[in-house]
């Protein structure tokens, strides 16, 4: 938490926006916390986070890293960057994060789920590549024994 009595009184406004969903109002407040104190890492995740609830994934990437930056045992961080991650596709980066999240705190039940979930989608991502190539060869198969060249096998 930070010392500067303004930061932390705008980081508690900015929570109350996002608490009532109202996501880009909680950015602009917690971005106002973080001109009173720079080094405010609960102010950068939670701006991350608000930036996650709208899309804005490279936003939410930035100032999530830059919270884990200043606080490398934040494990909330870790998790919501894995969410972040995860909604860019970079599957194994959310789940390093995921289980990073899970070192520092082995009580975070979301990040076993995000984690598992992440893996699972890793597999069916793998399961799909492995089908599409088999029907590609098998297509190919079907071609060269039409026309008997079976180089294109």
Known sequence: MSDN???VKLFDDGVAAYLRKD????IKVF???LKHDRKFALAYSSRGAAFLKINRINRALNDLTRAIKLDPNYARAYYLRGRAYEEAGEVARAYRDFDR????????AAAYRSRDSVLEKAVDDRKEIEEFEMAEHLKAMRVALF????KAA
């Not at 999240?101 to 975070?108: F, G, N, T, Y």
């Not at 026309?147 to 079976?150: L, V």
């Open 101 to 108: 999240a899970i070192e520092i705190d082995p009580d975070l």
């Open 31 to 33: 971005s106002q916390a």
């Open 147 to 150: 026309t008997g060249n079976q």
């Open 23 to 26: 996501y880009k109002n909680s």
């Open 5 to 7: 009595i303004s930061a």
